[in-house]
């Protein structure tokens, strides 16, 4: 790949990349302006035919943020709506359904704890070495022994 030629150019030097055959005699080249811009130029069979100018992307503007603590607005004063509910009447299932809720919602701590507790599966202990009772053929007397 050939290398861009450098141009001095009253704005400073420009970059110009070498020149591309696009086919049917049609031929371009680029070149980069010191200012970020490019110009693209265009020649069929030696006469120019377009020049595209492409300016250097606009950076976008930081927005600076508001440094005061914003206040809350204060709430205006409302006046509540006179509302009664209506009294909840319940069939004797939902009734006793709710009737064991609260009496498992108000159980005392120590009966909370038990059934915690009773809850709670602890796994089986190993034994140990088990002992055994032989009998001494010689002496008649019961011995014990592991293993």
């Known amino acids: 790949m050939p290398k861009d030629q450098i141009v001095n150019t009253s704005e400073g030097k420009a970059r110009v990349k070498p020149v591309k055959k696009l086919g049917d005699g049609v031929q371009s080249f680029t070149v980069k302006n010191p200012d970020g811009s490019t110009n693209t130029n ?5 006469k120019m035919e ?4 492409n300016p250097k992307k606009m950076r976008k503007k930081k927005i600076r ?4 603590a914003k206040v809350p607005s204060k709430l205006k004063k409302v006046k509540e709506p006179s509302y009664t509910a209506p009294a909840v009447t319940l069939d004797k299932k939902s009734q006793a359904v709710s009737d064991a809720r609260d009496r498992k919602k108000n159980r005392s701590i120590g009966k909370k704890i038990v ?3 009773a809850s709670i599966k602890v796994p089986k202990l190993k034994k140990g070495r088990k002992v055994r009772k032989t009998r001494n053929l010689v002496t008649g007397k019961t011995n014990k022994t592991r293993g």
Not at 50 to 53: A, E, G, S, T
Not at 65 to 68: A, D, E, Q, V
């Open 42 to 46: 265009r020649y069929r069979d030696g």
């Open 50 to 53: 377009d020049m595209n100018y």
């Open 65 to 68: 943020k508001k440094n005061y």
């Open 115 to 117: 059934d915690k507790v």
